[in-house]
């Protein structure tokens, strides 16, 4: 087994027995438990005040508050949180118009509180949700595009449910005038569940189904489905009749539980993920960065190991002019692939690594991918991602941008999972020095593999960019 199988096996072992334990340990005893909750409420709640119904679903909201306030303090600088800052923030607003909402139940002893001051939160919820997927919706692979008569298509079938509710409350008699204050609170309801279900609707249609980096993006869609099924369905019945709302409270109630059950797990999951492919990446990094330095500090030198099969060997390079040839050579005779991790921006700027483009850029053979790993502040600069725009133009070459902050400033260069170059430069009397580190080592090669593959990862987690 190669470096890049291990890596790839190891990671995927982890993955799918954390994926059992969300889906048996967590979901399916949640959901189960949930039921019996529910079935236990309504037989014990024999004059229907309804002020349990809530309880479960306040619990599990809670959860979500819980993990989004947790996620928030521990890594409140990583990246991968400040990309969900908007959902953690609904989601908080959520807890409290349902804090709101329980209040009414048990205090003033309301038993359908609506409309009321919660709705205030609620909907502040989805301002900041809608504002989240929306943002999602126009970054997810936007290699897949969607047919506008597809959109409208999707947009007119979700309007009719608001539209066909809303006529028939005006069939059956509603009074405007005494309930104006409740329909419009409707409509509004109508409105943001429309467009949030809309565009949950659209994104589920470009996401994959079977790939776990993503499920944290299908159990929040389902999630938000659930919501706003909910919602036309609690704000219906609540206005075309109060015996209807006090007979069905408790439907609306397990539906929302379980829409608040499936955004725990979306949450957990999103956790989990980022919590695997953030370990040890950044100690990696530095490690490896104070290694080739003390490397460096040895001069020029070739080191070969005992080993009649791979013969292993490291060298040391310090000759600008051997360091451009080497690498020439390794694209050259790439058979299978060549993987590029730009840690820093300012390698596309420099003069010294433009051969190495051109390079890359004329390598066209359909039978070897080349991956690049780019930090997301080219995107920026107008000159630097104008510049790739030569290596788009190679059907073999995949771009990705990442927002993480690497320790190390280096480019790797790892050529059909063997060989590894490691480019850098070390300040000598005030001038830039470059020396590379080159070796095929196996477990050198695949440390720098793990690492270019768990960013390339971390970004599919958080942009949900389906680029393979």
Not at 153 to 158: A, E, F, K, N, S
Not at 230 to 252: C, K, M, R
Not at 329 to 334: G, K, Q, S, W, Y
Not at 382 to 403: G, Q, T
């Amino acid at each position: 087994m190669n470096v890049i199988d291990y890596s790839k096996s190891n990671s995927i072992f982890r993955i799918k027995y954390e994926l059992k334990y969300l889906f048996f340990g967590f979901l399916l005893t949640a959901s189960i438990s949930s039921l019996f909750i529910y079935i236990i409420i309504y037989m014990l709640d024999v004059e229907k005040t309804n002020k349990y119904n809530s309880l479960v679903t306040l619990v599990f909201l809670g959860i979500c508050t819980f993990i989004s306030v947790l996620l928030v303090f521990k890594n409140i600088k990583k990246i991968e949180i400040q990309k969900f800052k908007a959902v953690f923030i609904g989601i908080f607003f959520w807890f409290i118009g349902e804090m709101t909402y329980m209040a009414y139940q048990f205090i003033l002893n309301i038993p359908v509180p609506y409309p009321s001051i919660a709705e205030v939160f609620y909907f502040l919820g989805y301002g900041f949700l809608i504002y989240h997927i929306y943002n999602s919706f126009k970054n997810i692979d936007k290699s897949i595009s969607i047919n506008p008569k597809s959109i409208i298509l999707v947009t007119i079938g979700v309007s009719l449910i608001p539209l066909i509710t809303t006529i028939h409350m005006f069939v059956v008699g509603i009074d405007f005038s005494s309930q104006y204050i409740e329909i419009t609170i409707n409509l509004l309801y109508y409105l943001l569940d429309t467009i949030l279900l809309v565009i949950v609707i659209l994104i589920i249609y470009k996401l994959p189904r079977k790939d776990p980096f993503i499920y944290h993006w299908l159990l929040f869609c389902v999630s938000m489905i659930l919501v706003t099924i909910a919602d036309f369905g609690y704000t219906y019945t609540s206005t075309v009749s109060e015996d209807l709302i006090l007979t069905t409270e408790w439907i609306w109630n397990v539906i929302y539980a379980f829409a608040y059950l499936f955004l725990s797990a979306a949450l957990l999951w999103y956790y989990k993920l980022t919590q695997l492919l953030n370990k040890d990446l950044d100690d990696t990094f530095i490690e490896d960065e104070i290694n080739r330095l003390n490397i460096s500090l040895q001069g020029e030198h070739r080191e070969v190991y005992e080993d009649e099969i791979y013969r292993p060997f490291r060298e040391n390079i310090e000759d600008l002019s051997t360091i451009q040839k080497v690498i020439r050579e390794l694209i050259i005779n790439a058979k299978n692939e060549i993987i590029i991790l730009f840690c820093s921006p300012d390698w596309l700027t420099k003069k010294e690594v433009q051969p190495i483009i051109n390079i890359l850029r004329e390598k066209i053979d359909q039978r070897i991918l080349i991956r690049l790993l780019i930090p997301t502040s080219v995107v920026n600069d107008e000159f630097l991602y104008n510049s790739l725009k030569a290596l788009k133009e190679n059907p073999n070459i995949m771009i990705r941008y990442f927002e993480k902050t690497l320790t190390t400033d280096s480019m790797i260069i790892v050529v059909d999972l063997k060989k590894v170059i490691v480019l850098d430069t070390k300040n000598n009397n005030n001038n830039n020095k470059y020396f590379a580190i080159f070796t095929n080592k196996e477990e050198s090669v695949f440390t720098y593999i793990s690492s270019f593959e768990k960013i390339w990862l971390l970004e599919k987690v958080m942009k949900c960019n389906l680029q393979e």
